[in-house]
Structures are given as C-alpha cells and as structure tokens.
C-alpha cells in the first residue's frame, strides 16, 4: 500500500469496531449508534519513511462523569503514524509521527489502525461540555472539634511501662 500510494475512504459504522464498542456503553445501549468517516492515505514522506495518514471525524457517544447524562464528544483526528517494523527504528521518526509496529508479512489492519486512534481520543473523564463542577465544601471544622472533644483513648503499652518498672 505503500509502495503503490493507495489511500482508503469510507464511513465506519461505531457498531463495527468491537474495542472501542466497549468503552462507548451508554446507559444500557449494548450498540452505540453513530459512524465515523476516515480517510487513510498510505505513501512515504521526503526521507523515505513510510507512513499512513489518518483523517477521522466522529460523534462518540458517552457518559459525563459530572452529571451522569449521556454526550456526543465531537473527534477529529489528524495523525501520521510512521510505519516501522522493529522497535529500535522508533528513535528515527521525526517527532510528529507515531510509532506503529508492522508485522513480518507487512500486513496492516486499516480498521485497526482507526480502532485505535478512536479509542486515544476518549479523554479518560469524559466531561459533557458546559456542565459546570459540582462544588462541595465539607464540614472540616466540625470534625476537628469533635476530635478534640472526644476522650483519649488509653495507651495499650502503658500496662507494659508499668511492668519495665518493676
């Protein structure tokens, strides 16, 4: 692919990506509902690097950990992912590539590679825009005086104190 510059577009149904399926379970809903359109375009870059550039937009359907409403978190995604295939060829991709680690047989999964872009993009709080904090102020003066109100509790060795000075 890309030896041949091939380059892929589509739309992906959410339902479609079983990884990502997982961490988008809202209220009950066993399928998110949604796609997402991806392009994908394979080639290599003035150095000779190969490579694949990801485009995605979506709507990922999610659960706001503040309010507990369900969310549509709008994604785009815009990543070069430098095709390697062993580790020690990392250190020399340029700084705005992602590592991606190729099999033997040089096969990639194209679905896979957006799997996980889509999954990077999930914050790990996901935060409904425009819901504000829930501010609580707890009573610590209240407990600080109860602490100091209370009776000492008596010292467990004091009885062996007691017994070291005889």
């Known amino acids: 692919m890309v030896s041949a510059r091939r380059g892929f577009e589509g739309v ?3 339902s479609g990506l079983p990884r990502l399926r997982a961490a988008l379970m809202v209220a009950g809903v066993d399928t998110p ?3 997402c359109r991806y392009a994908l375009q394979f080639d290599r870059d003035a150095l000779g690097l190969a490579y694949v550039e990801i485009r995605a937009e979506a709507e990922l359907p999610l659960i706001c950990q503040r309010s507990l409403d369900p969310f549509e978190l709008p994604v785009r995604i815009e990543q070069r992912l430098g095709l390697i295939k062993r580790e020690e060829q990392e250190a020399a991709l340029p700084e705005d590539y992602e590592p991606v680690l190729v099999a033997d ?34 009573p610590i003066g209240n407990v600080e005086k109860e602490i100091e109100e209370s009776e000492p509790t008596p010292n467990p060795f004091a009885a062996l104190a007691a017994l070291k000075k005889h």
């Open 105 to 138: 047989d040089g096969y990639i999964d194209p679905r896979a590679l957006l799997e996980d872009e889509l999954i990077l993009a999930i914050p790990v709080v996901p935060v409904k825009p425009g819901t504000a904090p829930i501010e609580q102020v707890w």
């Open 33 to 35: 509902v949604g796609e």
């Open 12 to 14: 992906q149904p959410l």
